[in-house]
């Protein structure tokens, strides 16, 4: 039996999509063991998002396979405000499909993925929209440099700058941040010679990024989504999950992967540390500001384009002699070339 009319009939939803948008898969199975401080760290990753950027950034975050107390622990944040949109998973699906659910939940043109360990600071949103203003084709772009992903992904940048001197290794800005990552992922230290040395990109504007991205904390164009598989994963961490939904798919429209050239996030691990809350505090939390992200060229897919340059070209950069030969065009320190070299 129905009474009445349903005033929402016929109404159109009020728009309230922006430019760009915050996704962080969330599981916490429990609170103990590795997982003992893993709300907690949470919590500052969450704030830190909102508290370090210029502009009003909405979060979503994907809870799967989380446990009763985080979801109540979860349902107060978003009351609080911190929280704009929340999806509960009662199974854990795992990652990668977690950031599926936010993905087509969102309109939004930029989508900042993370991992829920991570401190963002301040105008860490201005320097990754920067990137993407500078950088008419990238299509990834990370707040954190890290060495390791100069040739992971990104031989179309190699290829397109083959006789250019704008990608060259250059002096780490901070390698203390450099060290600080390989920290917060159990390493015991960093290569003295992979702080000296990073890779990067000038634009024509003089805005420089380094080359390549990480997977704990990206900023993708939305786009780039359509050429991922649109099937869920069956895995919930790992595999090649990574590479085929996130990786590839960036680099399919002769899409650049980049980073800042400075450090504007720190990844934190699970492990809480009382650095985090000074940091966290560090952060201006200034009045928000209007922040226009950049109209972008539209993502067309070309598989010829794609197979020379990360195919044809990506094999020959297997050789020894051309991948050596390639680091000494770029300017590589004589001194710290054979740890670099293959």
Known sequence: MREGFNRSRHQRVASTAGDHRVIIP??????EEYY????????LCLKSIKRGAIAEVPITVVANGCSAVTHKKLLDLVS???IDELLIVTDQIGKLNSIRKGILASDESFLTITDADVLFLTDWD???SQVFSSFPKATAVAPVPIHKTFNQYVSNIWLDHLISNKIAFAKAKNPEA???????????HLNEHQKLEILTLTATDGTEAVVGCSHFCTTYRREIFQFAPQEPTPYTLGGNSEELYLDIPSTQSNG?????????AFHLGNVFESWMQKEFEAIDDSEKKVLKWPKMRTLKKSYVSYFLKNKIFKKLMSYPYFYNTYLKKCGLNKELALKFFK
């Open 80 to 82: 609080q405000g911190w």
């Open 126 to 128: 201005q320097a990754v």
């Open 256 to 264: 650049y992967r980049l980073s800042t050239a400075t450090n504007h």
């Open 36 to 43: 003992k401080d893993a709300f907690q760290i949470f919590s």
């Open 26 to 31: 969330l599981y916490i199975p429990h609170e």
């Open 178 to 188: 450099l060290e600080s990552f390989v920290k917060s992922i159990g390493w015991p």
